[in-house]
């Protein structure tokens, strides 16, 4: 339960929207969730700061969300506040050397709009990104990935507020990042990012995203709400082949389906639930161990209570 008090506090410090008791199914690209007892934005790094050490006196539990194309929030909610960062979102060059430009982004920026300001200036290294829905918090934590390049190849440097509401810079050489994760101390949150990119051809450039904006169009059910990939790729083959492969796409519980097309997808077909989703999950993962007896590790991140 979060007090009248903090409530009131919280409001006084987050000059942007506070939001209580809401409904996740409205944010997460799932379009599933129980509500958030606080969802809120933030819009300065002076208010991050503020909020993160308040929550953290308080003792209330909190998590820092971006776009939440990797979210699952469970039907029953999130007990504590969900930080929105969408509302720190400058993107600029920030330092330009002979070949190198680099980028610096906060953290609630979208991913495209690092994609869109490298094209424009003909800056080559982000193309992969093209597609992929997150933000710039949310892409690093993941360290979001495609087609052979992940978002640890382009960090030069991170900016992070710590539990205690302290801010860090940390350069390339002491980040620890692994498949889809960024080593980060638990409350920890990115406050924004510096990407190291080089002077490319424009046209290149622009023909390597619309390849990759075409292959994601082939092979993603875009049509339907997912979370993208579900499962991280087992060493030796992707875990879209695998689940493909034990027969598992189209198999339905409620209206969560694995998709017809991808079978590392799973989609809402209207009116899912998060139990749903983590049903068919646990469904895939049971089928996957006993078939070919690899353990699926999930990829996208589940929060909250069962209702
Ligand atoms: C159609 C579709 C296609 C996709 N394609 C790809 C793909 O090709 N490659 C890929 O890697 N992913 C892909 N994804 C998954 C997703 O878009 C990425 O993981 C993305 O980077 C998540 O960013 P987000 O802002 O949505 O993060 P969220 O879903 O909001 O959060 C993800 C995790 O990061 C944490 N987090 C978020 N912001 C911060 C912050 N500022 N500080 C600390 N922690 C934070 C959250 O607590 C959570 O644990 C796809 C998703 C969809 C729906």
């Known amino acids: 339960m979060i007090s009248r008090d903090l409530k009131e506090t919280i409001k006084r410090i987050v000059s942007g929207s506070v939001l209580f008791d809401e409904p996740m199914n409205r944010h997460t690209s799932m379009g599933v969730g129980g509500t958030a007892d ?58 330009e050397e002979g070949d190198s430009v680099f980028l610096s982004a906060q953290t609630g920026a979208h991913l495209s709009r690092l994609v869109e ?13 093209a597609g992929i829905p997150g933000s710039v918090g949310g892409g690093v934590k993941m360290n979001a990935g495609a087609y052979g390049k992940e978002l640890k190849d382009v960090v030069e440097f991170v900016s992070l507020i710590t539990r205690e509401g302290i801010i860090i810079d940390v350069a390339r050489d002491d980040l620890r990042f692994e498949y889809r994760n960024f080593v980060l101390a638990e409350g920890t949150v990115i406050v924004s990012a510096v990407f ?21 169009k082939k092979k993603h059910p875009l049509a339907y709400r997912s979370a993208g990939s579900v499962f991280k790729n087992p060493p030796d083959e992707p875990a879209g082949r695998i689940i493909d492969e034990v027969g598992l796409k189209g198999l339905r519980i409620g209206d969560a389906m694995v998709s017809k097309i991808h079978g590392n997808f799973i989609v809402n077909l209207g009116k899912a639930t998060a139990k749903d989703i983590t049903l068919l999950m646990d469904t895939v993962q049971n089928k996957v161990l006993e078939e070919r007896g690899i353990l699926l590790e999930p990829e996208i991140k589940i929060i909250g209570d069962e209702l």
Not at 42 to 52: A, D, G, K, S, W
Not at 67 to 88: E, Q
Not at 196 to 216: A, D, F, P, V
């Open 38 to 95: 606080i969802f809120m934005s933030p819009v300065t790094i002076e208010e991050l700061q503020t909020t993160v050490s308040c929550l953290s006196d308080e003792k209330v539990p909190f998590v820092p969300v971006g776009n939440c194309t990797n979210l699952i929030v469970r039907d029953g909610g999130y007990r504590g506040a969900l930080i929105s960062l969408k509302g720190l979102e400058t993107v600029e060059v920030s330092k």
């Open 196 to 216: 190291g990119l080089r002077k490319g051809s424009q046209t290149n450039i622009r023909e390597r995203i619309s390849y990759i904006m075409n292959m994601r």
């Open 117 to 129: 300001l490298s094209v424009r200036k003909s800056l080559t290294g982000m193309e992969f990104c």
